[in-house]
């Protein structure tokens, strides 16, 4: 959690950087947003309706790999910034590439929503697609960014180089109440690499989620082991687990979805996880500014 002094230093100290993503977005014209509702996509939004007004529109692409609560909570963040919106269904699972679910399984869902972008674009005679991939994701493995260059779809968090901490504190300054939302990532990242991904499961993995939040947890993965679920939540949750009733509340949800066992894991949530233990850590690739620019064919 960020601190007030902390979120004034930080709002302060890259004023330019915003400056300098408004100035790109003006200079766009218009620009259709590729938008999940996370922090990312949320604050690009709000500054795209901002500097362009009805020239930004939003689009969700969803599918079983998005937990119902993140869809609904994307039309409420549309609506809330009066953004125009529109949501349209995905099928990256009939892709057996995607499927099969190798390392870079996030290239085929993201080949997949730039395709449905793209077309929403040119119908609408938009200028370009933009996405919430931001400077800080340059450190980590990010298959899903060859697609956005494939697809020209600029990142104005990127090209400015705004952190996740400037932009959380810019979504609070702003107003945004996903400013202190937890990192989020689709269902399917819950599966490790080489297990497919089937609707079942993510359907299963999305319900058992759900009965997390329900008991008022917000950091947390379950992550999927064929009979197995694996717990990770944040450090500063664990000591609930001392209580047997939420123990109970959640092994019987969980074996009433199909799990057999419930493991809670003994070290905390930590994006990448999964990543660190099939090997896949490599920084996604770098322009000479620090920025991939689109590759326009």
Not at 146 to 175: C, D, M, N, Y
């Amino acid at each position: 959690m960020l601190s007030p002094e902390r979120i004034q230093a930080l709002c302060e100290s890259s004023r330019p950087k915003l400056e300098a993503m408004r100035a790109a977005l003006r200079a766009h014209g218009s620009a259709l947003v590729a938008f999940s509702g996370g922090v990312d996509s949320t604050f690009v939004l709000k500054v795209a309706v901002e500097e362009l007004g009805e020239r930004a529109l939003a689009l969700t692409a969803l599918s079983a790999s998005v937990a119902p609560e993140e869809a609904q909570e994307a039309r409420e963040l549309a609506e809330k910034m009066g953004a125009r919106h529109v949501v349209l269904g995905s099928n990256e699972l009939a892709n057996p590439q995607y499927a099969a679910n190798p390392t870079n399984r996030c290239y085929f869902c993201k080949t997949e929503l730039y395709d449905i972008c793209e077309v929403q674009r040119k119908e609408l005679g938009l200028a370009v697609v933009v996405d919430g991939f931001n400077a800080d994701d340059f450190k980590d493995h990010r298959p899903g960014h060859k697609a956005a260059r494939e697809h020209a779809v600029r990142s104005p968090l990127a090209e400015a180089g705004l952190t996740k901490e400037e932009i959380r504190a810019w979504s609070q300054f702003l107003g945004l109440p996903t400013w202190d939302k937890p990192q989020m990532a689709c269902l399917a990242s819950r599966i490790p690499y080489g297990t497919a991904v089937t609707r079942d499961r993510l359907l299963q993995i999305a319900a058992a989620e759900s009965e997390l939040r329900k008991l008022g947890f917000r950091q947390f993965r379950v992550r999927y082991h064929s009979d197995v679920a694996r717990l990770e939540v944040a450090a500063e949750e664990y000591e609930r687990f001392l209580v047997a009733d939420v123990r109970q509340r959640i092994n019987t949800a969980f074996l009433a979805l199909g799990f057999k066992f419930v493991a809670l894991d003994l070290e905390p949530f930590r994006s990448g996880r999964l990543n660190e233990a099939a090997g896949v850590t490599k920084p996604a690739t770098q322009g000479a500014t620090g920025f991939a620019l689109p590759v326009v064919s």
